[in-house]
């Protein structure tokens, strides 16, 4: 069964930082695009950061970029998504999964509040 688990969410200051896991398995990860999503209060559940499969290209959405940084490891079935100069926008549960995934995990959340 495919199934993500992720972790590393908590409460942070502004500016500060989390580096969030996530946990795949039930496929082959190594073939699959990763993206990280995040869900805000109140907002639907937006695309964060991908990486490919292959050679690690990377995107980003505009509000993240040049702050948070995507990278996975394969030998590991896990995906990262390091996040530096939060800032209280970025407060949402934040999910990993496959383009197009039809399993979610619970979601790891982040909150970002002096």
């Known amino acids: 069964q495919v199934q993500f688990v992720e972790s590393g969410g908590g409460l942070v200051q502004p500016g500060g930082s989390l580096r969030l896991s996530c946990a795949a398995s039930?496929?082959?990860?190594?073939?699959?695009?990763m993206n990280w999503y995040r869900q805000r209060p109140g907002k639907e559940r937006e695309l964060v950061a991908s990486?490919?499969?292959?050679?690690?290209?990377?995107n980003y959405a505009d509000s993240v970029k040049g702050r948070f940084t995507i990278s996975r490891d394969n030998a590991k079935n896990t995906g990262y998504l390091q996040m530096n100069s939060l800032k209280p926008e970025d407060t949402a549960v934040y999910y990993c999964?496959?383009?197009?995934?039809?399993?979610w995990g619970q979601g790891t959340q982040v909150t970002v509040s002096s």
């Open positions: 039930g496929f082959t990860f190594s073939s699959s695009m």
């Open positions: 990486i490919s499969s292959t050679v690690g290209i990377r």
């Open positions: 999964n496959v383009p197009f995934g039809k399993y």
